[in-house]
């Protein structure tokens, strides 16, 4: 099992940059295959990124490609989202995701295949 935690929300003009991190407790880090979604007010929870266990395979929702990357840190087990050139419609609450997905380079993005959730942060992203 694994518990995720997210930070690194915030409020940031048009633009700007943010980087969320999302530090995960256990020792199989490398096991996961991990997910950045967002849920804005009224809509449904959307896939953002998504990253495997070993790090080398990345996808991306059509609308942050470009501008957000992914990335892991095994040795602190903790994923990231580096969030540029940041729109009003970037706004959401931002919630990483776990998925027990070992020895595959596969990258899930549907919200039902993961099994763990973190609390979520906040990101306003101003005119």
């Known amino acids: 099992q694994v518990q995720l935690v997210e930070s690194g929300g915030g409020l940031v003009q048009a633009g700007g940059s943010l980087r969320l991190a999302c530090a995960a407790t256990?020792?199989?880090?490398?096991?996961?295959?991990m997910g950045w979604f967002r849920q804005a007010p009224g809509k449904d929870r959307e896939f953002v990124a998504g990253?495997?266990?070993?790090?080398?395979?990345?996808y991306y929702a059509d609308s942050v490609k470009g501008r957000f990357t992914v990335s892991r840190d095994g040795a602190k087990n903790t994923v990231y989202l580096q969030m540029n050139s940041m729109k009003p419609e970037d706004t959401a609450v931002y919630y990483c995701?776990?998925?027990?997905?070992?020895?595959?380079?596969?990258?899930?993005?549907?919200?039902?295949?993961?099994?763990?959730w973190g609390q979520g942060t906040q990101v306003t992203v101003s005119a």
């Open positions: 995701a776990a998925v027990w997905a070992p020895m595959t380079e596969v990258v899930q993005y549907a919200t039902r295949q993961y099994d763990y």
């Open positions: 990253i495997s266990g070993s790090g080398r395979s990345t």
């Open positions: 256990g020792r199989t880090f490398s096991g996961y295959a």
